[in-house]
């Protein structure tokens, strides 16, 4: 399957009080991090960010067509410029996600808008993968002013996958660099 990766990388990082993707986990910042890791799997990257120092070589920016709705908004930017049908949502502080993991979403995909692992604790919609085909009820939600993604879930054709199995090999999974204390852990 051909695939585009989205990094969502120009989120306000209010609670962590500085750009969550240019702060550094062994010598790499976070956005280069995603970056590499979206490299073993995707044709294409897109970085969702109006800040101009997320540029990253070989990898295309696109600035947020409709500003200040949150991940949504990125999103479906990035999927009007995508080449693919397919595309892989990654926020940039989910460090932990592996290959493995990406694979078994793939072989998840089938005939539906997109696909969303599910846990105990809930979904997860920016570790997830978008058909272009949900473009235009990207674009009726943003219309709407309806900016959180669970709203645009309800409204696609969305497959949830059962993922409790990969938090038991991977309990970190799921987890984001939030705030300071977060890199204590990593």
Known sequence: MQLTGIILAG???????????????????????????????????????????????????????IKDCGPMGGIYSCLKQSKNEWNFVLSVDAIFVKH????????????????????????????????????????????????KMHFILEKINTCFVDSNQWIIKNPKLFSNINSPEDLIFV
């Not at 550094?24 to 120092?53: H, M, Q, W, Y």
């Open 100 to 147: 493995e993991f990406i694979n078994w979403l793939i072989s998840q995909a089938s005939d539906c808008e997109a696909v969303i692992p599910m846990h105990k604790k809930g979904k997860e919609p920016l570790i997830a993968l978008y058909n272009c085909k949900a473009l235009e009820a990207f674009k009726i939600q943003l219309e709407l002013k309806e900016y």
């Open 11 to 65: 989120g306000k990082s209010s609670r962590m009080g500085t750009d969550k993707a240019m702060l550094e986990v062994e010598g790499k910042t976070l956005l280069r991090r995603a970056v590499e890791f979206c490299r073993l799997f995707c044709d294409e990257i897109l970085i969702s960010s109006n800040i101009p120092e997320h540029e990253v070589e070989g990898c295309t920016r696109i600035p947020d067509e």
